[in-house]
Protein backbone atom coordinates (compact mmCIF):
# COMPACT_ATOMS: atom_id res chain seq x y z
CA UNK A 1 0.00 0.00 0.00
CA UNK A 2 1.34 3.00 -1.15
CA UNK A 3 -0.26 5.05 2.28
CA UNK A 4 1.73 2.30 4.53
CA UNK A 5 4.71 3.56 6.25
CA UNK A 6 6.71 0.45 7.66
CA UNK A 7 9.07 0.59 10.64
CA UNK A 8 11.03 -2.49 11.58
CA UNK A 9 11.79 -2.59 15.15
CA UNK A 10 12.58 -5.24 17.39
CA UNK A 11 8.80 -5.65 19.47
CA UNK A 12 10.02 -5.84 23.33
CA UNK A 13 11.60 -2.28 22.53
CA UNK A 14 9.51 0.04 24.46
CA UNK A 15 10.50 2.80 21.84
CA UNK A 16 7.36 1.53 19.11
CA UNK A 17 5.41 3.23 21.91
CA UNK A 18 6.25 6.31 19.35
CA UNK A 19 5.44 4.44 16.18
CA UNK A 20 2.36 3.74 17.33
CA UNK A 21 1.23 7.32 18.30
CA UNK A 22 -2.31 8.10 16.46
CA UNK A 23 -3.29 4.37 15.41
CA UNK A 24 -6.42 3.98 16.74
CA UNK A 25 -6.30 -0.28 16.49
CA UNK A 26 -2.59 -2.50 17.14
CA UNK A 27 -2.77 -6.36 15.88
CA UNK A 28 0.08 -7.95 17.20
CA UNK A 29 1.14 -11.05 15.20
CA UNK A 30 4.85 -10.81 15.75
CA UNK A 31 5.52 -14.53 17.69
CA UNK A 32 7.85 -16.82 17.19
CA UNK A 33 6.33 -20.55 16.83
CA UNK A 34 9.50 -22.00 15.44
CA UNK A 35 9.71 -25.57 15.83
CA UNK A 36 13.43 -25.41 15.88
CA UNK A 37 13.91 -22.33 17.71
CA UNK A 38 15.13 -22.38 21.19
CA UNK A 39 12.19 -22.86 23.58
CA UNK A 40 13.35 -20.49 26.32
CA UNK A 41 14.63 -17.94 23.56
CA UNK A 42 11.10 -18.31 22.52
CA UNK A 43 9.50 -18.19 25.16
CA UNK A 44 11.19 -14.98 26.29
CA UNK A 45 10.57 -13.28 22.89
CA UNK A 46 6.71 -13.85 22.38
CA UNK A 47 5.70 -13.33 26.27
CA UNK A 48 8.16 -10.09 26.25
CA UNK A 49 7.14 -8.89 23.14
CA UNK A 50 3.09 -9.07 23.87
CA UNK A 51 4.11 -7.46 27.52
CA UNK A 52 5.95 -4.42 25.84
CA UNK A 53 2.96 -4.29 23.05
CA UNK A 54 0.26 -3.86 25.14
CA UNK A 55 2.15 -1.42 27.50
CA UNK A 56 3.25 0.52 24.72
CA UNK A 57 -0.41 0.55 23.17
CA UNK A 58 -1.61 1.64 26.36
CA UNK A 59 1.24 4.55 26.51
CA UNK A 60 0.18 5.89 23.11
CA UNK A 61 -3.42 6.20 23.23
CA UNK A 62 -4.37 2.92 21.33
CA UNK A 63 -7.69 2.15 22.48
CA UNK A 64 -7.71 -1.88 21.23
CA UNK A 65 -5.37 -4.69 20.63
CA UNK A 66 -6.10 -7.64 18.75
CA UNK A 67 -3.83 -10.60 19.75
CA UNK A 68 -3.53 -14.10 17.90
CA UNK A 69 -3.24 -16.97 19.90
CA UNK A 70 -4.36 -20.20 19.06
CA UNK A 71 -7.91 -22.82 19.68
CA UNK A 72 -5.04 -24.85 21.15
CA UNK A 73 -5.37 -22.70 24.63
CA UNK A 74 -8.55 -24.78 24.78
CA UNK A 75 -6.71 -27.93 25.41
CA UNK A 76 -6.98 -31.27 23.50
CA UNK A 77 -8.98 -33.84 25.94
CA UNK A 78 -11.10 -36.95 25.90
CA UNK A 79 -14.10 -35.23 27.17
CA UNK A 80 -14.43 -32.32 24.93
CA UNK A 81 -17.41 -31.04 23.73
CA UNK A 82 -17.21 -30.87 19.92
CA UNK A 83 -17.93 -28.13 19.48
CA UNK A 84 -16.14 -26.33 22.23
CA UNK A 85 -17.87 -23.04 23.35
CA UNK A 86 -15.70 -19.82 23.13
CA UNK A 87 -16.38 -19.75 26.35
CA UNK A 88 -14.90 -22.82 27.56
CA UNK A 89 -12.62 -23.22 30.53
CA UNK A 90 -8.79 -23.12 28.97
CA UNK A 91 -7.61 -26.55 30.02
CA UNK A 92 -4.27 -26.70 28.02
CA UNK A 93 -1.30 -27.25 29.47
CA UNK A 94 2.36 -26.13 28.49
CA UNK A 95 3.95 -29.63 28.11
CA UNK A 96 2.92 -28.71 23.70
CA UNK A 97 5.37 -27.05 21.76
CA UNK A 98 4.34 -23.33 22.50
CA UNK A 99 1.28 -23.58 24.28
CA UNK A 100 2.50 -22.33 27.16
CA UNK A 101 3.55 -19.33 25.62
CA UNK A 102 0.24 -18.74 24.32
CA UNK A 103 -1.66 -19.01 27.70
CA UNK A 104 0.94 -16.37 28.46
CA UNK A 105 0.21 -14.36 26.29
CA UNK A 106 -3.73 -14.96 26.98
CA UNK A 107 -3.09 -14.27 30.88
CA UNK A 108 -1.33 -10.62 29.77
CA UNK A 109 -4.34 -10.14 27.76
CA UNK A 110 -7.30 -10.56 30.18
CA UNK A 111 -4.95 -8.31 32.68
CA UNK A 112 -3.94 -5.41 30.43
CA UNK A 113 -7.75 -3.34 30.16
CA UNK A 114 -7.18 -3.99 34.36
CA UNK A 115 -4.14 -2.11 34.30
CA UNK A 116 -4.63 0.06 31.64
CA UNK A 117 -7.99 1.83 31.56
CA UNK A 118 -9.42 2.37 27.85
CA UNK A 119 -7.82 0.12 26.58
CA UNK A 120 -9.34 -3.02 25.37
CA UNK A 121 -8.05 -6.47 24.08
CA UNK A 122 -9.33 -8.69 21.83
CA UNK A 123 -8.20 -12.45 21.02
CA UNK A 124 -8.54 -14.56 18.07
CA UNK A 125 -8.14 -17.99 18.12
CA UNK A 126 -7.48 -19.98 14.66
CA UNK A 127 -7.87 -23.67 14.62
CA UNK A 128 -5.14 -25.35 12.65
CA UNK A 129 -3.51 -22.97 10.87
CA UNK A 130 -2.54 -23.42 7.14
CA UNK A 131 -0.60 -21.04 4.35
CA UNK A 132 2.53 -20.92 4.85
CA UNK A 133 2.98 -22.47 8.21
CA UNK A 134 5.00 -25.10 9.65
CA UNK A 135 3.73 -26.79 12.96
CA UNK A 136 3.86 -30.03 14.58
CA UNK A 137 0.04 -30.33 13.71
CA UNK A 138 1.25 -29.36 9.71
CA UNK A 139 4.39 -31.68 10.13
CA UNK A 140 1.86 -34.40 11.07
CA UNK A 141 0.67 -34.54 7.00
CA UNK A 142 4.46 -34.86 6.18
CA UNK A 143 4.84 -38.82 7.70
CA UNK A 144 4.76 -41.73 5.21
CA UNK A 145 1.68 -42.83 7.89
CA UNK A 146 -0.30 -40.92 10.16
CA UNK A 147 0.21 -41.77 13.66
CA UNK A 148 -2.76 -43.22 15.61
CA UNK A 149 -2.83 -44.22 19.36
CA UNK A 150 -4.97 -46.40 20.11
CA UNK A 151 -8.37 -45.87 21.34
CA UNK A 152 -8.22 -42.22 20.56
CA UNK A 153 -10.77 -40.07 18.68
CA UNK A 154 -8.38 -37.38 16.45
CA UNK A 155 -10.69 -34.68 14.72
CA UNK A 156 -9.83 -32.27 12.64
CA UNK A 157 -10.68 -28.40 12.06
CA UNK A 158 -8.59 -26.26 10.01
CA UNK A 159 -7.83 -22.51 9.38
CA UNK A 160 -6.44 -21.16 5.90
CA UNK A 161 -4.82 -18.18 6.75
CA UNK A 162 -6.67 -15.87 4.65
CA UNK A 163 -9.86 -16.47 6.68
CA UNK A 164 -7.89 -16.13 9.50
CA UNK A 165 -7.36 -12.51 7.78
CA UNK A 166 -10.28 -11.98 7.49
CA UNK A 167 -11.56 -12.50 10.84
CA UNK A 168 -8.70 -10.11 11.84
CA UNK A 169 -10.67 -7.64 10.09
CA UNK A 170 -13.81 -8.07 11.88
CA UNK A 171 -11.81 -7.58 15.16
CA UNK A 172 -9.84 -4.88 13.95
CA UNK A 173 -13.55 -3.12 12.87
CA UNK A 174 -14.85 -4.04 16.16
CA UNK A 175 -17.50 -5.99 14.32
CA UNK A 176 -16.66 -8.90 17.26
CA UNK A 177 -14.87 -8.55 20.63
CA UNK A 178 -13.61 -10.68 23.62
CA UNK A 179 -12.45 -14.08 22.85
CA UNK A 180 -13.08 -15.44 19.14
CA UNK A 181 -12.47 -18.58 17.60
CA UNK A 182 -12.30 -18.89 13.86
CA UNK A 183 -11.79 -21.62 11.45
CA UNK A 184 -13.60 -23.70 8.94
CA UNK A 185 -17.55 -25.06 9.62
CA UNK A 186 -17.56 -28.63 11.59
CA UNK A 187 -14.93 -30.88 11.21
CA UNK A 188 -12.87 -34.26 9.64
CA UNK A 189 -13.42 -37.25 11.36
CA UNK A 190 -9.74 -39.19 11.02
CA UNK A 191 -11.16 -41.78 8.99
CA UNK A 192 -12.11 -38.78 6.81
CA UNK A 193 -8.76 -37.43 6.31
CA UNK A 194 -7.24 -41.11 5.51
CA UNK A 195 -9.86 -41.32 2.64
CA UNK A 196 -8.91 -37.81 1.36
CA UNK A 197 -5.31 -37.59 1.96
CA UNK A 198 -4.73 -40.99 0.64
CA UNK A 199 -2.20 -41.68 3.54
CA UNK A 200 -2.79 -44.64 5.40
CA UNK A 201 -2.41 -44.78 9.23
CA UNK A 202 -0.17 -46.18 12.25
CA UNK A 203 -1.38 -47.26 15.47
CA UNK A 204 0.28 -47.68 18.45
CA UNK A 205 -0.42 -48.29 21.97
CA UNK A 206 -0.81 -45.08 23.89
CA UNK A 207 2.28 -46.30 25.95
CA UNK A 208 4.20 -47.05 23.17
CA UNK A 209 3.56 -43.58 21.13
CA UNK A 210 3.66 -41.41 24.20
CA UNK A 211 7.08 -42.91 25.71
CA UNK A 212 8.86 -43.09 22.08
CA UNK A 213 7.86 -39.01 21.61
CA UNK A 214 9.04 -38.26 24.89
CA UNK A 215 12.29 -39.95 24.93
CA UNK A 216 13.03 -38.67 21.60
CA UNK A 217 12.26 -35.14 22.28
CA UNK A 218 14.34 -35.21 25.71
CA UNK A 219 17.61 -36.54 23.83
CA UNK A 220 16.97 -33.59 21.18
CA UNK A 221 16.12 -35.78 17.78
CA UNK A 222 12.65 -34.35 17.62
CA UNK A 223 11.51 -30.53 18.25
CA UNK A 224 8.35 -32.10 19.49
CA UNK A 225 7.33 -32.53 22.99
CA UNK A 226 5.08 -35.58 23.67
CA UNK A 227 2.51 -33.03 24.69
CA UNK A 228 1.71 -32.37 20.63
CA UNK A 229 0.66 -35.55 20.40
CA UNK A 230 -2.49 -34.65 22.66
CA UNK A 231 -3.43 -32.58 19.18
CA UNK A 232 -3.61 -34.93 17.19
CA UNK A 233 -5.18 -37.83 19.70
CA UNK A 234 -8.15 -35.97 21.37
CA UNK A 235 -10.87 -33.24 19.91
CA UNK A 236 -10.44 -29.55 20.27
CA UNK A 237 -12.87 -28.41 17.77
CA UNK A 238 -13.91 -25.49 18.49
CA UNK A 239 -17.69 -22.86 17.52
CA UNK A 240 -17.25 -19.57 15.92
CA UNK A 241 -20.30 -18.55 16.88
CA UNK A 242 -19.23 -15.04 17.62
CA UNK A 243 -18.13 -14.32 13.93
CA UNK A 244 -20.72 -16.23 12.80
CA UNK A 245 -23.28 -14.01 14.68
CA UNK A 246 -21.28 -10.75 13.08
CA UNK A 247 -22.26 -12.16 9.70
CA UNK A 248 -18.65 -13.39 8.80
CA UNK A 249 -18.41 -16.64 7.23
CA UNK A 250 -15.35 -18.86 6.15
CA UNK A 251 -14.55 -19.08 2.61
CA UNK A 252 -12.54 -22.50 2.92
CA UNK A 253 -13.63 -25.88 3.77
CA UNK A 254 -11.50 -28.38 5.98
CA UNK A 255 -11.83 -30.52 2.67
CA UNK A 256 -10.22 -27.79 0.65
CA UNK A 257 -7.66 -26.84 3.20
CA UNK A 258 -6.72 -29.89 3.62
CA UNK A 259 -5.89 -30.71 -0.32
CA UNK A 260 -3.91 -27.30 0.14
CA UNK A 261 -1.92 -28.54 3.02
CA UNK A 262 -0.99 -31.90 1.65
CA UNK A 263 0.37 -29.47 -1.67
CA UNK A 264 1.99 -27.45 0.68
CA UNK A 265 4.35 -30.38 2.60
CA UNK A 266 4.54 -32.31 -0.97
CA UNK A 267 7.89 -33.57 -1.31
CA UNK A 268 8.56 -33.27 2.52
CA UNK A 269 9.28 -35.89 4.75
CA UNK A 270 8.87 -36.08 9.02
CA UNK A 271 8.92 -39.13 10.91
CA UNK A 272 8.01 -38.45 14.78
CA UNK A 273 8.12 -34.58 14.29
CA UNK A 274 11.38 -34.66 12.75
CA UNK A 275 12.27 -33.49 9.24
CA UNK A 276 14.16 -36.24 7.47
CA UNK A 277 17.12 -35.51 4.67
CA UNK A 278 16.70 -36.80 1.02
CA UNK A 279 18.81 -40.20 1.41
CA UNK A 280 16.93 -40.68 4.80
CA UNK A 281 13.63 -39.81 3.38
CA UNK A 282 13.73 -42.67 0.30
CA UNK A 283 14.81 -45.60 2.99
CA UNK A 284 11.62 -44.24 5.01
CA UNK A 285 8.90 -43.84 1.85
CA UNK A 286 10.45 -47.16 1.09
CA UNK A 287 10.18 -49.27 3.85
CA UNK A 288 7.16 -47.28 5.41
CA UNK A 289 6.89 -45.60 8.97
CA UNK A 290 7.35 -49.06 11.01
CA UNK A 291 10.66 -49.16 9.61
CA UNK A 292 11.65 -45.42 10.15
CA UNK A 293 10.50 -45.74 13.56
CA UNK A 294 12.77 -48.29 14.19
CA UNK A 295 15.64 -46.85 12.47
CA UNK A 296 15.25 -43.80 15.11
CA UNK A 297 15.02 -46.28 17.90
CA UNK A 298 18.24 -47.36 16.63
CA UNK A 299 19.52 -43.76 16.39
CA UNK A 300 18.88 -43.40 20.24
CA UNK A 301 20.51 -46.13 21.02
CA UNK A 302 23.22 -45.43 19.33
CA UNK A 303 23.69 -41.88 20.49
CA UNK A 304 23.41 -43.24 24.11
CA UNK A 305 26.04 -45.44 24.08
CA UNK A 306 28.07 -42.52 22.30
CA UNK A 307 27.30 -40.53 25.35
CA UNK A 308 28.58 -43.48 27.62
CA UNK A 309 31.82 -43.15 26.33
CA UNK A 310 32.44 -39.70 26.76
Request: hydrophobic share 45%; net charge negative.
Amino acid sequence: MAEAQWHILDVRDPAIAEKLRGADVVVHLALNLDLDSDPAARTAYNVRGTQTVLTAAAAAGVHRVVLCTSAMVYGALPDNDIPLSEDAELRATAEAAGVGDLLEIERLGRRAPRAHPGLNVTVVRPAVLVGGTDTALTRYFESPRLLVVAGSRPTWQFCHVEDLVSALEYAVLEKVDGEIAVGCDGWLEQEEVEELSGIRRMELPSAVALGAAARLHRIGLTPSPAGDLAYTMHPWVVSVSRLHEAGWRPRWTNEEVLAELLEEVEGRHTVVGRRLGRKDATAAGAAGATVALLGTAALVRRVRKARGRM
